[in-house]
């Protein structure tokens, strides 16, 4: 029963190629994110969905495009890779309280892509 | 904007013994969370312990435990009796209660030596 999973755990492509990532929570929150860890382990956030609507947009290149069909999901779709684009991609998700605070941040599993 | 500082890369330590690990963050705002997370060579992301910036009390989860210093912006990690299975990337981590993101520090990675 794992609570936030995603598909693949690893990727290789070449570059130029369009690749998806896919992300599901079975925790029942109404957030969800993308993060990028590069190659020295840094962490950084690249997109937020609430209640599938787009409220964290940070400085990523268009080429990336946040899907999310329900709250349960949230895809990450990748066009024209470049070899910048080899990281670890996290999905995450957490729960906005009735305060309107916002909760811990359960991590997925991560997907190692690399653009060769 | 959120800044996280964590000045330690490396740091290593004898199993059975204590070690902490320090952060520093920098913000303007009065209501937030901090984390720690640890990242084990499976690059899993584990919550590791977390504290409310209202709360003044240090929380504790098992041999984990942090000095959270609001007024100096310092939140150091403790870990007590040191298990092999610790070695890891540690993060830490803020999070603001009325936004959506974390900012994560650089990390330090932690071994623990037989």
């Known amino acids: 029963d794992t609570a936030v999973s995603q598909t693949p755990k690893y990727l290789v492509t070449q570059m130029g190629n369009d690749k998806s990532i896919k992300c599901e929570q079975n925790?029942?929150?109404?957030?969800m994110y993308w993060y990028k860890q590069d190659s020295k382990k840094f962490l950084k956030i690249m997109f937020s969905?609430?209640?599938?609507?787009?409220?964290i947009n940070e400085t990523v290149p268009n080429r990336f495009s946040p899907k999310s069909p329900d709250k349960a999901h949230l895809n990450l779709h990748i066009n024209s890779l470049e070899l910048g684009d080899s990281a670890v991609y996290f999905c995450?998700?957490?729960?906005?309280?009735?305060?309107?605070?916002?909760?811990?941040?359960?991590f997925g599993p991560g997907t190692r892509l690399t653009v060769l | 904007a959120q800044t996280v500082t964590q000045s330690q890369p490396e740091m290593s330590v004898q199993e059975a013994e204590t070690v902490t690990l320090s952060c520093t963050y920098d913000?303007?705002?009065?209501?937030?969370?901090l984390f720690w997370y640890k990242q084990p060579p499976s690059r899993q992301m584990i919550l590791v312990i977390r504290?409310?910036?209202?709360?003044?009390q240090n929380a504790t989860e098992n041999r984990f435990s942090v000095n959270f210093q609001k007024a100096a912006k310092s939140f150091s990690l403790k870990i007590s009796d040191s298990q092999l299975g610790d070695t890891a990337m540690y993060f830490c981590?803020?999070?603001?209660?009325?936004?959506?993101?974390?900012?994560f520090g650089k990390g330090t990675l932690l071994t623990v030596n037989p």
């Open positions: 969905y609430n209640n599938k609507e787009l409220i």
């Open positions: 913000t303007s705002e009065s209501n937030y969370y």
């Open positions: 981590a803020f999070g603001l209660q009325s936004n959506y993101k974390l900012t």
């Open positions: 995450a998700s957490s729960q906005v309280l009735t305060s309107g605070r916002t909760d811990t941040q359960y």
């Open positions: 925790l029942g929150h109404d957030t």
């Open positions: 504290q409310e910036a209202y709360k003044q």
